[in-house]
Each structure stands twice: as structure tokens, then as C-alpha cells.
Nanobody
Framework: QVQLVESGGGSVQAGGSLRLSCAAF???????????MGWFRQAPGKEREGVAA???????DYADPAKGRFTISRDNAKNTLYLQMNSLKPDDTALYYC?????????????????WGQGTQVTVSS
């Protein structure tokens, strides 16, 4: 069973940067490199929403709020996913989740991803 552990969250002022990491474990039938990996976030009182996804070939997909500010990347040798977040805004405050699904990247919807981490909190103050 795939297990995902996020880290790197914290509190920053608007305009600051954070780098989130997601370590992945428990691959049996398939390797990490064969999985589509994604970042999602959930703010208080709001539904969980997609942020970005990266396919096994490195191709990426970003939600509009993340375009131009966030960069998703992966290190297949380390089974690790990253999210570099720059120019952070108070609206970026949320619990950020790492997610995985085997195969091609689906539409960036929570229902399309199978494995989830517990989340790491990001708080941006004005």
C-alpha cells in the first residue's frame, strides 16, 4: 500500500516562499516513477482543491492559482515529490496534501487520486 508523508509546511509572511516535500513508501507491484503525483490543498470551510500534478515523464499540470508561482517536481531516485511555492499570498493558507495514482495523470480532481498523505499546514500572514 502506497504511503505518503508530507513535510515542509510552516508560517510565512505574504511574498515569502516555502518548499513542500512528500516522501513516498510502500510500492509493491509498481514503482514510484510509474505514478502520477499531485498536490492538493484544503482551506478551512472550503473543499479540497487541486494545486498541481506531475506525470511519470515530468509533464506538469497546474491549477490557475498556482500558475507562475508554484513549481511541482519529482525525484524518482528518492521517491520524493516537491512543491516550490513562491510569492505566497494569504489565500494560499491551507492544509496541503500529497496524492498519488498509478498511470497517466487524470484531471486534477480529488476523486481521481487514490493514495493520500496526512497533510502539512501552510499559513501565510499579511
Amino acid at each position: 500500500q502506497v504511503q505518503l508523508v508530507e513535510s515542509g509546511g510552516g508560517s510565512v509572511q505574504a511574498g515569502g516562499s516555502l518548499r513542500l516535500s512528500c516522501a513516498a513508501f510502500g510500492f509493491t507491484f509498481y514503482t514510484y516513477s510509474e505514478y502520477c503525483m499531485g498536490w492538493f490543498r484544503q482551506a478551512p470551510g472550503k473543499e479540497r482543491e487541486g494545486v498541481a500534478a506531475i506525470a511519470s515523464d515530468g509533464s506538469t499540470d497546474y491549477a490557475d492559482p498556482a500558475k507562475g508561482r508554484f513549481t511541482i517536481s519529482r525525484d524518482n531516485a528518492k521517491n520524493t515529490l516537491y512543491l516550490q511555492m513562491n510569492s505566497l499570498k494569504p489565500d494560499d493558507t491551507a492544509l496541503y496534501y500529497c496524492a498519488a495514482v498509478w498511470g497517466r495523470c487524470p484531471v486534477l480532481l480529488t476523486s481521481r487520486f487514490v493514495s493520500w498523505g496526512q497533510g502539512t499546514q501552510v499559513t501565510v500572514s499579511s
